[in-house]
C-alpha cells in the first residue's frame, strides 16, 4: 500500500548547524509534499510545502527539494536555533484528499 | 490561532462509554477530517468529509462514528468497540477535499481510557 517512510528518527544538532530530514513515498501519483512542525502537545502547522512541478523551494531557513525520480522529498533547516526544537512530519498527497504522512522526526537543537 | 477549534481539550472515559469530541471550524472549508495520533507514528486517517452531509471511512475507522450535518461541526464519536482509544485526536479541514491542498489541525483533544 501508500507509505511514506521518513528519517532520521531522532536528530540532535547544534545551535547553527544545518538539520536536514528525509522522506521517500511509494505513490507515483504523489503531487503534493507538505511539511508539518509540531510542538509539544500542540497541532501540527504546516511550514512550507512543495508541488510535483518544482526541485526545490526555499523560505528564510528552511528550503526543501523534491526527487520525483527516485520519489525522495527533503527538509533544510540552516542556522538553527532552539525554537526549531519539535517534531517534524512529512506527507505526501496524491491529487485526492488522502495524505499520506510520515512517523515523525524529533529534532533537538542543543544551545 | 482560531479558525478550527476542538473540544474538550483532555477527556477522560471509563471502558464501556462512549465519548464524543467536538471538532468546528469558521474557515468556510467544504473537507474536514479526523486523525489519530500514537507516540512515536504518524497521523492515522480515521474518517473524513468532503462535503456536509457526506462522510468516508479512513484507514483505521473501526470503533469510531461521525456526523456531518454542518458545515462548521464534525464531530467524532469514540464508541466502547473501539479497543485501545487512548490516544491524541486531531481534526483538520482543508477548502476542499478535491486536489491537493493545505490542512489546518485544531489543537487536538488528548483521550485517556481509565
Known amino acids: 500500500g501508500e507509505n511514506v517512510e521518513q528519517h532520521p528518527s531522532t536528530l540532535s544538532v547544534q545551535e547553527g548547524d544545518s538539520a536536514v530530514i528525509k522522506c521517500t513515498y511509494s505513490?507515483?501519483?504523489?503531487?503534493?509534499f507538505p511539511w508539518y512542525k509540531q510542538e509539544l502537545g500542540k497541532r501540527p502547522q504546516l511550514i512550507i510545502d512543495?508541488?510535483?512541478?518544482?526541485g526545490e523551494k526555499k523560505d528564510q531557513r528552511i528550503a526543501v527539494t523534491l526527487n520525483k525520480t527516485a520519489k525522495h522529498f527533503s527538509l533544510h533547516i540552516t542556522e538553527t536555533q532552539p525554537e526549531d526544537s519539535a517534531v517534524y512530519f512529512c506527507?505526501?498527497?496524491?491529487?485526492?484528499?488522502?495524505?499520506?504522512f510520515g512517523t515523525g522526526t524529533r529534532l533537538k537543537v542543543l544551545a | 490561532d482560531g479558525g478550527i477549534t476542538q473540544s474538550p481539550k483532555y477527556l477522560f472515559r471509563k471502558e464501556g462509554q462512549n465519548v464524543t469530541l467536538s471538532c468546528e471550524q469558521n474557515?468556510?472549508?467544504?473537507?474536514m477530517y479526523w486523525y489519530r495520533q500514537d507516540p512515536g507514528q504518524g497521523l492515522r486517517l480515521i474518517y473524513y468529509?468532503?462535503?456536509?452531509?457526506?462522510?468516508q471511512k479512513g484507514d483505521i475507522a473501526e470503533g469510531y462514528s461521525v456526523s456531518r450535518e454542518k458545515k462548521e461541526s464534525f464531530p467524532l464519536t469514540v464508541t466502547s468497540a473501539q479497543k485501545n482509544p487512548t490516544a491524541f485526536y486531531l481534526c483538520?479541514?482543508?477548502?476542499?477535499?478535491?486536489?491537493?491542498?493545505?490542512?489546518?489541525f485544531g489543537p487536538g483533544t488528548r483521550l485517556t481510557v481509565l
Open positions: 483538520a479541514s482543508s477548502i476542499s477535499g478535491f486536489g491537493s491542498n493545505e490542512q489546518f
Open positions: 468529509s468532503q462535503i456536509v452531509n457526506d462522510f
Open positions: 512543495i508541488r510535483s512541478n518544482v
Open positions: 474557515l468556510n472549508h467544504d473537507a
Open positions: 505513490d507515483s501519483a504523489s503531487n503534493y
Open positions: 506527507a505526501a498527497s496524491g491529487g485526492t484528499y488522502k495524505y499520506i
